[in-house]
């Protein structure tokens, strides 16, 4: 698989504008867009895919690497990073091009269908189908309202956990209420030096289960629930050294921490998808169940990015879009060929792209 991550011409450098024709091009590398690679290449329909960030698998990648999901069928367990790892293996027999760290900037109509796409690193796409699986657009965690937290951002505070083992014997600070919050005080707890939860009332928002677990964790004393808000930080060059809760009668208690998690919820930024000509309903792209097609023809959107009744923003339902949308993308890459459906089990033509033959 080619996979380029390529840094812009330097200053004063003569730019080549490289125009890469292709049958499809898919905006965004999370987990649907790399299932999309899959669908289509069993239809024989070649695909680029670019992504903003520098590595694939979107928020499976970058939000949650080591956090285990349950509800991927047939896979009981597999954490974020694992899941990408399968997903690239499974695409291998296609041969994807990738380019990552490039972010998709504008998209034109210029056939029926025919699109120009252009990146920000000035490279030009011309496909004849265009699959929008850019999920939440670019996404960036809420920063809580913490004065001078902006100095210890990406030192000792963070809004992601890429490593757990950063965080061993660590004296840690998780602030937040809602799922992320709780699972990684889970998750953390037992590699943590100490670990104290943060949250502003004593009710959250996160699974029942989760919270029951970390009730038990506190009452046998293997970790600390403070109910209040960060009032300030104390610390220097980027590393924290305590922080003050400020609970609700007022009190000020003094934490000593080394690193600061803050789950606050994600702010999702559409960023350019919003320009591209769409019919959007509350920052989601409306498409058809049946082909998952937007208002423009050509042009799918899949994924998290997508909006239609019933949706769930679930893994699992991006799998199930990937499938249909392949099916009528054929139709515009391959008019003159009639699609019959098979079954990878028993279709050795399948088979043998998938290089099992
Ligand atoms: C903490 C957490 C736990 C979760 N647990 C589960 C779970 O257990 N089960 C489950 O099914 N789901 C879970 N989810 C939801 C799941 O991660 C999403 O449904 C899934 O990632 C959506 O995949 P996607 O490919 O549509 O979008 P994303 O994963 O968001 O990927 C979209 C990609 O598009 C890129 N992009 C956006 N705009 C552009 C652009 N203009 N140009 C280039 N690239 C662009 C982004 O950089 C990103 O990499 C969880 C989510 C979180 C945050």
């Not at 009452?219 to 109910?227: N, P």
Request: contains cysteine; neutral net charge.
């Amino acid at each position: 698989m080619l996979v380029k991550s390529e840094r812009p011409a330097a200053a004063g450098a003569e730019r080549m504008i490289e125009t890469i024709k292709t049958d499809v091009l898919v905006i965004g590398a999370g987990p649907v867009g790399l299932f999309a690679v899959f669908e289509l290449g069993l239809l024989d329909i070649k695909a680029h895919l670019v992504d903003i960030l520098d590595k694939v698998g979107g928020q499976c990648a970058e939000l949650y690497p080591e956090k285990p999901i349950y509800d991927i069928p047939g896979i009981p367990y597999i954490t974020g990073h694992g899941l990408t790892d399968a997903l690239m293996q499974q695409i291998k027999p296609f041969n994807p091009t990738f380019h990552l760290g490039e972010m998709v900037a504008t998209l034109e109509n210029i056939g029926d269908p025919l699109f120009r796409v252009t990146t920000d690193r000035d490279k030009v796409f011309e496909t004849k189908a265009v699959v929008i699986a850019a999920g939440g657009g670019s996404f960036q965690p809420k920063r809580p309202p913490i004065q001078g937290i902006e100095p210890y951002e990406g030192k000792s505070v963070h809004y992601a956990v890429r490593k757990m083992e950063a965080f061993r014997d660590k004296r840690l600070l998780i602030v937040g209420g809602g799922d992320s919050a709780l699972d990684w005080t889970l998750n953390l707890q037992p590699i943590a030096k100490r670990l104290t939860l943060v949250h502003r009332r004593d009710d959250f928002r996160g699974a029942p289960a989760s919270v029951s677990k970390m009730r038990a964790l506190v009452a046998a004393s293997e970790m600390d629930l403070k109910i209040g808000q960060v009032a300030s930080l104390e610390g220097g060059n980027g590393q924290l050294a305590a922080a003050s809760i400020k609970g609700n009668d007022g009190a000020l208690t003094r934490v000593e921490v080394d690193a600061m998690l803050p789950f606050f919820g994600l702010t999702m930024k559409l960023g350019p998808v919003a320009d591209w000509g769409l019919s959007l309903q509350d920052e989601l792209i409306p498409v058809s169940t049946a082909t998952f097609e937007t208002n423009i023809r050509g042009l799918f959107a899949i994924g998290d990015i997508n909006t239609y009744p019933g949706k769930l923003k679930l893994i699992l339902s991006g799998f199930h879009e990937a499938a249909l949308m392949a099916q009528k993308a054929h139709h515009y890459v391959h008019p003159e060929k009639k699609l019959v459906f098979q079954y990878t089990t028993s279709s050795t033509s399948l088979q043998k792209k998938l290089g099992v033959k």
